[in-house]
């Protein structure tokens, strides 16, 4: 069996439960991973069922790969999944899919390949791009933008306390060595931030907002997010797992507005609003149980939420 096969993604028998899937029913995994998560879709997939999965990740791309040459009701895309819509009207889906999955953040595989640059207890390059083939590097852009972008990014994205004092750190470091090194990163961070949880290293808050940017994962997911609405036939399933309160607000405050009737227009304040709610939500949040955490740390903050196309 290989690492892809032995790698059990998060919350996963909840997200397929939550996907409510039919034998011949149409769906889309958007972050394929290592394809624990299609897998688990494909196992309650009968002979007519299909099965779409996107990844920007090259090696998640190369897996999936490797599952397609032998499953013909399963078709891999090396895409984003902000490209959804796109790619499911090229598949000749649109508006067919009966259940979208997202499994939003970093992937295991990621975080513990050194070379990705994504953990700060390894030593890497510092790249931590979702696809290192395209767009700037963590270190690339550390090593240009101000002290004042890069402590707002911190603060924002990271929530992190000391942003100022970090970016200052920074940018006093790269005068004269430019930080290119996971190791270099954390350890500037670590003299520049006071640590007040011995649970949490002072770097944690730093990498997750600094790797956030640079792959625009909020606007990657809000956008995709708006295509679900296009592509899900009604009854249609969304499933969206995330890890920070950042995506998770995102995700919460899409499903609550679209469950709503369209507000009136301000401007016309007696005229009946245009359309109906578009979104029902299904059950509450589910966190990973106790045994889940215990076997896997990771599953700790991971938070799942299920919603349904209306007619």
Same mark, same amino acid.
């Given at each position: 069996?290989?690492?892809?096969?032995?790698?059990?993604?998060?919350?996963?028998?909840?997200?397929?439960? +939550?996907?409510?899937?039919?034998?011949?029913?149409?769906?889309?995994?958007?972050?394929?991973? @290592?394809?624990?998560?299609?897998?688990?879709?494909?196992?309650?997939?009968?002979?007519?069922?299909?099965?779409?999965?996107?990844?920007?990740?090259?090696?998640?791309?190369?897996?999936?790969?490797?599952?397609?040459?032998?499953?013909?009701?399963? #078709?891999?895309?090396?895409?984003? /999944?902000?490209?959804?819509? @796109?790619?499911?009207?090229?598949?000749?889906?649109?508006?067919?899919? =009966?259940?979208?999955?997202?499994?939003?953040?970093?992937?295991?595989?990621?975080?513990?390949?050194?070379?990705?640059? /994504?953990?700060?207890?390894?030593?890497?390059?510092? =790249?931590?791009?979702?696809?290192?083939?395209? +767009?700037?590097?963590?270190?690339?852009?550390?090593?240009?933008?101000?002290?004042?972008?890069?402590?707002?990014?911190?603060?924002?994205?990271?929530?992190?306390?000391?942003?100022?004092?970090?970016?200052?750190?920074?940018?006093?470091?790269?005068?004269?060595?430019?930080?290119?090194? #996971?190791?270099?990163?954390?350890?500037?961070?670590?003299?520049?931030?006071?640590?007040?949880?011995? /649970?949490?290293?002072?770097?944690?808050?730093? /990498?997750?907002?600094?790797?956030?940017?640079?792959?625009?994962?909020?606007?990657?997911?809000?956008?995709?997010?708006?295509?679900?609405?296009?592509?899900?036939?009604? $009854?249609?399933?969304?499933?969206?797992?995330?890890?920070?309160?950042?995506?998770?607000?995102?995700?919460?405050?899409?499903?609550?507005?679209?469950?709503?009737?369209? $507000?009136?227009?301000?401007?016309?304040?007696?005229?009946?609003?245009?359309?109906?709610?578009?979104?029902?939500?299904?059950?509450?949040?589910?966190?990973?149980?106790?045994?889940?955490?215990?076997?896997?740390?990771?599953?700790?903050?991971?938070?799942?939420?299920?919603?349904?196309?209306? #007619?």
């Amino acid at each position: 069996m290989s690492a892809a096969e032995l790698h059990r993604p998060v919350l996963l028998q909840e997200a397929v439960e +939550g996907l409510a899937v039919r034998a011949d029913g149409v769906y889309v995994d958007g972050t394929f991973g @290592r394809g624990g998560h299609s897998r688990a879709i494909l196992a309650r997939l009968g002979g007519k069922g299909r099965l779409i999965a996107l990844d920007r990740d090259p090696q998640a791309y190369a897996a999936g790969q490797a599952l397609a040459a032998g499953e013909s009701r399963f #078709t891999m895309y090396r895409a984003a /999944f902000s490209m959804l819509e @796109r790619i499911a009207t090229e598949a000749g889906v649109s508006g067919r899919v =009966d259940g979208v999955l997202l499994d939003i953040g970093v992937s295991s595989a990621q975080l513990d390949d050194p070379g990705r640059g /994504f953990s700060f207890t390894q030593a890497g390059p510092l =790249d931590m791009r979702m696809d290192p083939e395209s +767009g700037e590097s963590a270190a690339q852009w550390l090593n240009r933008a101000s002290e004042q972008d890069i402590a707002h990014v911190l603060f924002t994205l990271g929530e992190e306390r000391h942003a100022r004092r970090i970016a200052k750190a920074i940018v006093s470091e790269r005068i004269d060595n430019p930080i290119t090194s #996971t190791l270099q990163l954390a350890e500037i961070v670590s003299h520049a931030a006071p640590r007040h949880d011995r /649970f949490k290293h002072p770097a944690t808050r730093s /990498f997750q907002a600094i790797r956030i940017y640079i792959n625009r994962e909020l606007e990657e997911l809000a956008s995709c997010l708006e295509q679900c609405l296009k592509v899900l036939a009604p $009854a249609g399933r969304l499933v969206v797992i995330s890890f920070h309160s950042l995506e998770d607000r995102i995700v919460k405050r899409f499903i609550r507005d679209h469950c709503r009737t369209p $507000a009136p227009d301000p401007r016309a304040p007696w005229l009946e609003p245009e359309g109906k709610p578009q979104l029902r939500a299904v059950g509450k949040a589910i966190q990973a149980s106790e045994d889940e955490v215990r076997d896997n740390p990771r599953s700790r903050s991971a938070i799942l939420r299920v919603a349904e196309r209306l #007619t």
